[in-house]
């Protein structure tokens, strides 16, 4: 298969940064409290930590959906702290949020077409996108004109991974990508992040599922209160996990 | 003395997926029960359902020995059931004091003294001065501690309360914990859903432990969030068919 | 009687049509910024006093000074979006409410003053006159305003289908923050669903224009057979507002033929009810979702 088929990216992924970065929701509400982290290209770096730790906030902010207070986020030399989702978007930086995030009353197509809105202005490239996504993943083809809020937890995952990278984003970041699913799907969406990783590009996963993110990362980051808690290789982690948990439950 | 809420095997599916799959609970009086579990273990439909919000498909729930299970929240609420949200749901257009009295309006007795009674519950958290501020403007933890005594209005048997701990300030956070101890010595139970598991076992006198619909865990607080298998739920699955974790 | 009959049906959809395109600005509105436009029918008015002045006043063919009409609506709905509406997206339900009961209140009274109240009868000019089929007789300016409402609820109906933009309208109306996820700017479509309902009502001011003498303050009764229409139809489909629109259009005309007139509305009601406790889901669903 060419790069093109699987729509893999062509360019080399930009590391990307969250710099002492202070967030929050309302006015006096302190939801992250410098948190600095640093995600490496054709890497997986996971961010763990218990409920209310701020790992989906930092998701936000590194998405463009929350402006942070006070600090920056950084795509390799740029900073991009000022910069809206869809301008994020443009610069290759791809969010895949939590639960379900289809267009429910729309088909999958259209699911797949809306994914590559930013490339409207160029139909040929558009219909190369989605046929490329038709490639990577063949078993859309057969639910392609069903509309995507009848489909399985399974196939509504898929429809949402294949509009994740329809652009070709260089950049990834994957929200508790296992949550509501069955552990037979669970295993491929994992599997789909590892092969991801191998084609270079620069990953951020965030997950409450702490046996399945350890075993795919390679940087590990964890978050506790709003702060920067440990951080560190797979290996650090790998073998400690029952210690971490209980760390958690004790805070 | 039957329980002041219990439930058994209870049970509650959403578009096939089990969200709720036989859990039985006992509440005893003056117990505080802390019920932890990772996202998705059905601890917010396990409350949903122990206050009459949603239905259950199986299963019975009993309070105070009446069998309620398929009634509407109404019925539940004039048995003693109050509930708090994650999200407060004060009457956002409405002062704190008529907050109060909204839970009674439709019960006898004198305005009068349901407004004494609403001052001093006000007074209990602190929100005394606020009686007359509409609750749009009282801050996000404010609403929290009102939507707490708004709860007590109706001298609950037990309180059902969701995340009251999150996303607010450490002294609001010691306010609601004091309180919640102190309306427990006069006999009331309560049921809390947090994840601010430390601050939770602190204050519970009994935790429950929920994985994927079921209760795997409960009895002591330290015993619990020392249980493997309650390690073993926090951990999430890891691959299927790999064996040992490192 | 087969022939009243018949007469009526006819009748129903042609009216029915005309409901329809009148509706549709609101079932947009409504459906898509989750807006509850009570100042729809103020622009129905205006759309149909700015008609008579061209066509009446300036002597305007009326079919070409339609176009003129729904382009001002275009534009003064750019404007009121710019104006009032961005600031009320975050305020209450009431707040909204309010504003856009002003806004009809505002409209109203310039209406007024400008037109008065006297009963205004749109100069057909070629479109008077009726078509003669021998067992049917439809007025000419009749067909003429519901063929454009087909058409037009036809081609709305395509575009929101067929084209990526109205497949991004629908996607944003569906759930805001996934669509801003894959690069849409929220705020100019809105901007520009907006706009084009506003074109629409005053659209449907001219057909209105077209079918019946109106007078400034008919457009509270137009309101409210607009929102029968929307509730009727759901919200989302402009298949469905023209199907609906020729519902109540035929049922209002064949029960009229059978009925004294009286019963007219309680039969139209009543056939609301039933629809909406069969479908049990009343105006189609308006939660908004995000992520």
Known sequence: MTATQTGTTQRSSPELRLEQVTAGYFANDVVLDQVSLRVRPGAVTAVLGPNGSGKSTTLRVLSGFLAPRSGRVLLGEEDITALRVGERLHRGVSLLPQGRSVFPELTVLENLRLGAWT??????????????????????????????????????????FARLLITRPAVLLIDEPSVGLAPVLVDEVYDEIIRLKQEGRTILLVDQNVQAAIEIADEVYTLAY??????????????????LIRGWLSL | MSPMIESSALAKSFGGVAAVDGVSLRVEAATIMGLIGPNGSGKTTTLNLLNGAIKPDAGE?????????????????????????????????ITALDNLLVPVLHRG???????????ELLDFVGLGAHRDTPASELSGGQQKLLEFVRALMTDPKVVLMDEPFAGVHPSVKEVMRDRIQEVNRSGTSFVIVSHEIPDLTRLSTVVVCMSDGRVIAQGAPDHVTGDPAVIEAYLGHGKAGRGERG | MLEQLLQAGVNGILLGGVYGGFAVGLSLILGVLRIVNIAHSAVLIIGALGYWQLVNGLGLDPLLAIVPIVLLGYLLGLGVQRGVAHYLRRESDTTVLLAFFGLMVVIETIAIIVWTTDTKTLDLHYLGGVLDL????VPVARVVAAGLSFALLVALHLFLTRTLTGSAIRGLSSNRDVAEMVGIDGNRLSRHVFAM??????????????VVPFTPQDHLRWLAWAFLVVILGGLGSALRTLVAGVV????????????PFQYTYLVLYGLLAVVLLVRNQGLGGLKARSL
């Open chain 3, 134 to 137: 021998g067992f049917l007789r």
């Open chain 1, 226 to 243: 709003g702060r920067n808690h440990l951080e560190g290789g797979r290996d650090r982690f790998e073998g400690q996990l029952d210690e």
């Open chain 2, 61 to 93: 729930i009993r309070v105070d020995g009446v069998s309620l299970a398929g009634r509407a929240s109404s019925a539940f609420v004039r048995a003693g059931v109050a509930r708090t949200f994650q999200n407060p749901r004060t009457f956002t257009t």
């Open chain 3, 248 to 259: 109540i259009g035929v049922v209002e005309s064949v029960v009229g033929v059978l009925l």
């Open chain 3, 197 to 210: 309902s506003i074109a629409f009502s005053a659209f449907g001011g001219t057909a209105l224009a077209l």
């Open chain 1, 119 to 160: 490339l409207r202005h160029d139909r040929a490239a558009m219909n190369g996108a989605v046929e490329a996504m038709l490639e990577r993943y063949p078993s859309l083809r057969a639910f392609r004109d069903k509309p995507a809020g009848s489909l399985s937890g399974g196939q509504a995952r898929l429809v949402e």
């Open chain 2, 109 to 119: 007795g004198s305005r009068r003294r349901w407004r004494e009674k609403g001052q």
